[in-house]
């Protein structure tokens, strides 16, 4: 497919394990609006050899991390540790269950479930299917029905079969738009993204398209130069967010970069008027790249617990919302409401934020997640 645009460099991995790029000490940073031979920045070559007809480098790129977060469950137990606690309470039920006290277990059982957000739907599903094999006979311990809860969980997570995997398409650059409401975590779960892609060699420029304030360009800034990444900004305040995005995925296609990370403003996903502005944002990139953005993420913030659902409903509605990132699961929030977002939206959670630290972002696995949650 890559022959079709004989101006991009066909992508694809010779060697299965990219080699990591050395980063650059410090961010470069390209303004807009640009002159012509404006001093865009050109840090580094592209490092992984590519060659036509191989399997693709977004295939692998996003593979890739995939994988890594099976690698990674140690930190998603810390980061899990208050739904671990506030689910703890079933470990403790079901040591001490036995056939003659089911009802009240599993009553306590629901009580735990709605208590850590896995909605009132979800919760009487998996009750009453535990509650139907136990007096069925299927169930006979309490260890058995912890692993039926588990059971159900995942395949709750993983029965629509759908795609928590990057899905960056073959074009170079691969564009991704991060959206969302107010403070939810979309410059710091950027920033946490581009982290990640860097560290499997990716070449990655970031777009301030948040330009209502100036101090969120200043921390979009912040991120760039933590990860090393390069940051197309606008030069005065209140420029149009679709132009600074379109310089930065302009930007992206003429130097050779793999993935441009677009910042966007926060905005009520009631406010008509900004629901448009993305509008504009994706039609004007996809003029520059067909078919970009390749991936618009939306960021929930789980401490919001199930209000995050008309949000993600209504968002998904006017951009078409490809994959969720779920934030803030280190902190108040409950972990079942991923479970919630999966089961009623049908959109993947792609990325769960545990942390503010530049390594708290894991990609969503959904076995790593129902045994760090249950362990
Ligand atoms: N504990 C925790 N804090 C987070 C996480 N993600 C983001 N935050 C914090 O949440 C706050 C808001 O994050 P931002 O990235 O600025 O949110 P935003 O959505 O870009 O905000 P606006 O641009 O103002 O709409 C910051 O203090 C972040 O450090 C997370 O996963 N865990
Ligand atoms: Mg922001």
Redesign the pocket.
């Known amino acids: 497919m890559a022959a079709s645009f004989p101006h991009l460099s066909p992508l694809g991995l010779s060697a299965s394990k990219p080699q990591p790029l050395k980063p650059p000490s410090t961010a470069s940073i390209f303004s807009v609006p640009s002159t012509a031979g404006h001093s865009s920045i050109h840090t580094e070559k592209a490092h992984i050899k590519c060659s036509a007809g191989q399997t693709g480098f977004f295939t692998k790129l996003g593979r890739l991390i995939k994988e890594k977060a099976k690698s990674d469950v140690e930190k998603i137990f810390s980061g899990f540790s208050k739904t671990r606690s506030n689910l703890a309470v079933v470990d403790e039920l079901l040591l001490y269950w036995n056939l003659s006290d089911t009802d009240r277990v599993l009553d306590e059982l629901e009580e735990a479930l709605l208590v850590a957000d896995f909605g009132p739907r979800i919760t009487i599903k998996i009750v009453e299917s535990l509650r139907e094999d136990i007096y069925g006979g299927k169930l006979k311990s309490g260890s058995e029905i912890k692993a039926a809860l588990k059971r159900s969980i995942l395949e709750l997570l993983t029965s629509k079969g759908l795609k928590t995997e990057l899905q960056l398409g073959f074009r170079k650059p691969a564009v991704i738009m991060?959206v969302?409401?107010?403070?939810?975590?979309?410059?710091?779960?950027?920033?946490?993204l581009a982290n990640r892609l860097k560290k499997e060699g990716a070449k990655i420029l970031l777009g301030a398209g948040?330009t209502f304030?100036a101090a969120?360009s200043d921390?979009l800034e912040v991120w760039a130069e933590r990860t090393g990444c390069e940051i197309v900004m606008a030069e005065k305040e209140h420029a149009k967010a679709s132009t600074v995005l379109s310089q930065a995925v302009k930007k992206g296609k003429e130097e050779g970069y793999d993935v441009v990370l677009c910042?966007t403003?926060?905005?009520l996903h009631t406010n008509y008027s900004l629901m448009e502005e993305l509008v504009a944002c994706k039609k004007a990139l996809s003029k520059i790249i067909p078919g970009a953005p390749n991936e618009i993420l939306q960021?929930l913030?789980?401490t919001t617990g199930l209000n995050m659902l008309p949000q993600a409903r209504e968002f998904n509605e006017v951009v078409g919302v490809t994959g969720l990132i779920l934030?803030?699961?280190?902190?108040s929030a409950r972990g079942g409401c991923v479970v919630s977002v999966v089961d009623e939206l049908g959109i993947p959670v792609k990325f769960?934020?545990?942390?503010?630290g530049v390594e708290?972002?894991q990609p969503f696995d959904a076995e790593a997640f129902v045994d760090a949650i249950f362990p």
């Open positions: 991060i969302g409401v107010n403070g939810g975590g979309k410059t710091t779960s950027l920033g946490k948040d304030r969120a921390q910042d403003s926060g905005r960021v913030d789980g934030t803030k699961l280190d902190g769960v934020g545990v942390g503010e708290d972002l």
